[in-house]
């Protein structure tokens, strides 16, 4: 079955650092087009992080805080995230975008609060 699987959510404290994996099942995240997106309760979901073979692109509000990469022997996508701040507390999910398949993973839950 072809799947996305998020970990390293939790909670933390503001200020505070998390990172987050996305691991693939059947399918190899090199070929894709990678991003993380997150949703706050009572938001729309909205893209944080991608990746390319030669890119990286950010939100505004979390450029020079996280960051996204990927370990292509681990069939894994990452992000790091830094000075975390209560606004960053949402689901976030791993999406992996193909020429003709999209993937979502099921989202895995931060929380910054002290």
């Known amino acids: 079955q072809v799947q996305l699987v998020e970990s390293g959510g939790g909670l933390v404290q503001p200020g505070g650092s998390l990172r987050l994996s996305c691991s693939a099942s059947?399918?190899?995240?090199?070929?894709?087009?990678m991003s993380w997106y997150r949703q706050a309760p009572g938001k729309e979901r909205e893209l944080v992080a991608s990746?390319?073979?030669?890119?990286?692109n950010y939100a505004g509000s979390v450029k020079g805080r996280f960051t996204i990469s990927r370990d292509t022997g681990k069939n894994t996508v990452y992000l790091q995230m830094n000075s975390l701040k209560p606004e960053d507390t949402a689901v976030y999910y791993c999406?992996?975008?193909?020429?003709?398949?999209?993937?979502w993973g099921q989202g895995t839950q931060v929380t910054v609060s002290s």
């Open positions: 059947r399918f190899t995240l090199s070929s894709y087009f």
């Open positions: 990746i390319t073979s030669i890119s990286t």
């Open positions: 999406n992996a975008r193909g020429n003709i398949y999209t993937y």
